[in-house]
């Protein structure tokens, strides 16, 4: 009876342990912080969506804006004047504000924005967006033309778009949720006047799924992902590494094509700008899909 008596105390503690309320262990104990993650996901369904550069006057108290022209060069004023910080190519002693995309040296994507971050004045910035600074703007790879003179003193700037119509490729960027919308906010926030020479140095952005699809005549050739550290300089001369993370042949007419492959531990960009290319051909590949989703997190470098 006694031995029964004392397994039973024993037992009864035992309970009377399990059951009481454990001791939150504190956040400084633990041997690691769990980095931020938030979820992302961008789609790209609309003809001549696919964006370039973003542009952001930096000054104040003026009226400033940025025309895309029909034949793709830029034309930037100031309170109603051409603007005399920059030209391109520079042909006399005043400026006049406008990029001829025509003449071999402007007609790059880094050379277009390495234009603008030299200005003179320091009041009109610019960065890429999709694409490397190697891409070149021709007849064939144009840029959208705007209606009208846009406003590019908005927080996210004048997002710049190519001309769809002249080349059957699509672009996607991937850092965050229609991110073509925020337009030159991560490299410069509200109230930032100089560049960030590149705001993904912390961040491993990480694509789980995508779906890439052209209709009716339409044929992807190659679907490719991405990964761009950049090295921004707000005067202008700035720089960049481009890897291709992963490249995929694409598929038959009419039939989606998916990066499906990492749904479980995902396709990392750390450290650098992550966007998707479709390499497309054929009569109708303007009607496309371009679905990217994932997360992203803040990492320590």
């Not at 960027?173 to 020479?197: D, K, Y």
């Not at 890897?243 to 007419?253: C, I, M, N, R, S």
């Not at 390499?279 to 994932?294: C, F, H, R, W, Y």
Request: charged residues 15%; proline residues 4%.
């Amino acid at each position: 009876m006694r031995n029964f008596l004392k397994i039973l105390a024993v037992a009864v503690a035992a309970a009377v342990a399990f059951s009481a309320p454990l001791t939150p262990v504190s956040a400084q104990a633990l041997p690691f912080t769990v980095p931020a993650r938030s979820y992302i996901a961008d789609l790209n369904i609309t003809l001549d969506n696919t964006p370039i550069f973003a542009i952001k006057y930096v000054g104040t108290g003026n009226a400033a804006t940025v025309a895309v022209e029909a034949d793709s060069n830029l034309t930037f004023v100031v309170n109603g004047v051409a603007y005399n910080g920059f030209e391109c190519p520079v042909a006399g002693p005043t400026l006049d504000g406008v990029i001829d995309v025509s003449d071999g040296a402007c007609n790059s994507a880094g050379e277009i924005v390495d234009v603008i971050n030299n200005d003179v004045n320091h009041l009109f910035k610019a960065v890429i967006l999709t694409g490397t600074r190697a891409e070149v703007v021709t007849a064939a790879t144009a840029l959208l033309a705007d209606a009208a003179d846009n406003d590019v003193t908005r927080p996210e700037g004048e997002i710049v778009y190519r001309e769809q119509a002249g080349v059957d490729d699509s672009y996607v960027p991937f850092w965050g949720n229609n991110v073509a919308t925020q337009g030159i906010l991560p490299w410069l926030p509200v109230g930032a006047t100089e560049l960030n020479p590149n705001p993904f140095r912390n961040t491993d952005t990480v694509l789980l799924y995508g779906h890439f699809n052209v209709t009716n005549a339409g044929v992807i050739t190659n679907i490719e992902a991405h990964c761009t550290v950049e090295n921004y300089n707000s005067r202008g001369n700035s720089s960049e590494v481009d890897t291709v993370v992963f490249l995929k042949a694409g598929a038959a007419t009419g039939v989606t094509a998916l990066i499906n492959e990492f749904l479980y531990g995902g396709l990392h960009c750390q450290g650098g700008k992550f966007w998707f290319y479709e390499e497309a051909s054929g009569a109708d590949t303007t009607a496309n899909t371009l679905l990217v989703n994932g997360y992203q997190e803040k990492i320590a470098r």
